[in-house]
């Protein structure tokens, strides 16, 4: 697997992070890496950003492109297991589970059900086009308007304080 281009890293700091991204040891993959005093470059290396930025890169690459579709893969082949097969018991519980937080992980995000008290054909506010969305908005106006109470203001009554008060008049 190669890592995606990382501006400035030397051919060394790539190995590095390709290492530590699969899993080897920081100063392991120091040491595979060609440094001469491995557990210390190893510390300067886990704190490098770009370093820190290659590592996370081929991480999130190795998720998408390996652990994804064998996560979705075995969640595929755990909902068709016969109760009796290899996948009984509660360990096709945890392996299910953990499927679905790779496939989570790698960017394989399910999609999301109907919202309670949504009515069934009804859209979320995030489906909708732009018309569709000036539609629900002049039929919400509309709706309002006809909520709207007509207020009237009684006229003044005598003994109410109508007096103004002139601040500059002293």
């Known amino acids: 697997m190669t890592l ?13 992070a390709r290492e530590v991204a699969h899993g080897v040891p920081p100063a392991a993959a120091a040491a595979k890496a060609g440094y001469a005093d491995p557990a210390r470059s190893a510390w300067i290396l886990t704190r490098h950003p770009a370093v820190q930025s290659a590592i996370y890169e081929a991480v999130r690459a190795r998720l998408a ?29 945890l392996r299910l589970e953990a499927a ?6 790698a960017g394989f995000i399910a ?3 109907r919202e309670s008290g949504q009515p069934l054909g009804e859209k979320r506010l995030d489906e909708l086009s732009s018309d569709e969305l000036r539609e629900a908005i002049g ?8 909520r709207a109470k007509t207020i009237t203001l009684a006229p003044n009554t005598p003994g109410d304080d109508t007096k103004v008060i002139d601040l500059l008049d002293t």
């Open 65 to 93: 492109a390996e652990i994804g579709p064998y996560s979705i893969q075995l969640m595929y082949d755990l909902a068709r297991a016969d109760p009796k097969g290899p996948f009984k018991g509660a360990g096709s519980r």
């Open 111 to 113: 999609p999301r059900g």
């Open 139 to 146: 039929r919400l106006e509309q709706e309002l308007g006809n």
């Open 100 to 105: 679905k937080a790779l496939a989570d992980r």
């Open 4 to 16: 995606p281009s990382v501006d400035g890293l030397t051919e060394k700091q790539l190995t590095y």
